[in-house]
Nanobody
Framework: QVQLVESGGGLVQPGESLRLSCAASRSLFDINNMGWYRQAPGEQRELVAEIGIGDWTYYEDSMKGRVTISRDNAKNTVYLQMNALKPEDTAVYYC?????????WGQGTQVTVSS
């Protein structure tokens, strides 16, 4: 089992940046891949970016070019750097871990982009 704790969300103005963190309770080497998802009110949860062992990465088109996913294996933490934020990026951002035993989600962190 994996516990995930997200942090770093908040209220920012359009064009500003945020860095989200997802701390895992286990070594990232025990986790096949980790991803950031987001869910806006009334919308389905959607993938933003993923990172796996070996540091392969994948970005969905929705935020590609404005986000960077990275990992710090020593801290068991995955980050999502988000730049040039737009009001339509407002959502709850969730971290997910995929292991050989299942999928695990964090509780989410709210990101609000508004002037």
């Amino acid at each position: 089992q994996v516990q995930l704790v997200e942090s770093g969300g908040g209220l920012v103005q359009p064009g500003e940046s945020l860095r989200l963190s997802c701390a895992a309770s286990r070594s990232l080497f025990d986790i096949n891949n980790m991803g950031w998802y987001r869910q806006a009110p009334g919308e389905q949860r959607e993938l933003v970016a993923e990172i796996g062992i070996g540091d392969w990465t994948y970005y969905e088109d929705s935020m590609k070019g404005r986000v960077t996913i990275s990992r710090d294996n020593a801290k068991n933490t995955v980050y999502l750097q988000m730049n040039a934020l737009k009001p339509e990026d407002t959502a709850v951002y969730y971290c997910r871990a995929v292991t050989t035993t299942g999928h695990y989600w964090g509780q989410g962190t709210q990101v609000t982009v508004s002037s």
